[in-house]
């Protein structure tokens, strides 16, 4: 039986009020990398059981088999319009140049087979040198960012359709206020670690008061990656309380998560 997912209202979106975001998405962010045909294989089953919303971004590498998901889903039945998906994706930030902004969307499209995503989001608060995809970024790579010229970018292509709704990863306060400070079309979103060991209280405050959604990255940790650990499922609270609730752990996160809005 498929799941039903809640969804939000996107504010800021080229569509109307009804442009809506699902509150559980599926990242395909893998480290290490995974096979091309396993991670398409795993959003099929996905999309099968319920998942509407897909997060990827160019520096995942999974732009392609999330691409190929869907247009198999498509054939197959298991969606009847692309329309019925949100997709996510971001600009990596070797792309964070006013020039280059459009380019890596455009690419990102074409390596998706999309004419348009839902939701463009800036992958970090940072530029880089052109032409460089990894991470971590060497120090002698970074740059500051323009944020006034990469925003505007943004803001041009939501007005061409290429993407409903645009927003942030990774922001502060203090970078999301640089941004509103020249904002003609505020971020929708700002996506960043939330966990019930890093609720971000101060931050999700702040989202609120603008008006903007904060969606949380790795609700369940991160272990196994190079940056982060396995502290959270492993909490000896919140196993005692699945235990006493007949849950696993996941779904006591996963509730928490959606708790804190």
């Known amino acids: 039986m498929a799941i039903t997912i809640p969804e939000v209202v996107l504010i800021s979106s080229t ?20 096979p091309s045909e396993q991670i398409k294989t795993a959003i099929l089953q996905a999309i099968e059981v319920g998942y509407r919303h897909f997060d990827t ?32 994706s971001k600009l990596w930030c070797s792309d964070a140049h006013s020039n280059l902004v459009l380019p890596a969307l455009q690419k990102t499209l074409q390596t998706l087979q999309l004419e348009y995503i839902d939701l463009y989001l800036i992958h970090w608060p940072v530029s880089s040198r052109p032409g460089i995809y990894e991470f971590p970024i060497k120090e002698e790579d970074f740059l500051p960012m323009d944020f006034e010229g990469v925003w505007t970018a943004m803001e041009e292509c939501q007005k061409l359709g290429l993407t409903k709704s645009i927003g942030v990863s990774n922001f502060s306060c203090k970078k999301l206020s640089d941004i509103l400070a020249v904002a003609k079309i505020p971020p929708a979103v700002n996506q960043v670690e939330i966990n019930p060991l890093w609720n971000q209280k101060k931050l999700m405050e702040f989202c609120k008061a603008k008006g903007i959604i904060l969606a949380a990255y790795a609700p369940l940790g991160a272990k196994g990656t190079i940056w982060g650990s396995n502290r959270v499922l492993e909490n000896d609270v919140l196993n005692e309380i699945a235990n006493g609730k007949g849950k696993s752990v996941a779904q006591i996160h996963f509730r928490l998560v959606v708790q804190f809005g």
């Open 15 to 34: 569509s109307s009020s009804t442009h809506r975001m699902p509150l559980l998405g599926m990242g395909t962010a893998a480290s290490p990398p995974l």
């Open 57 to 88: 971004a160019s520096l995942y590498l999974t732009e392609e088999p999330l691409g190929q998901a869907i247009a198999e889903a498509l054939s197959i039945g298991l969606i009847k319009s692309r329309d019925e998906l949100f997709i996510t």
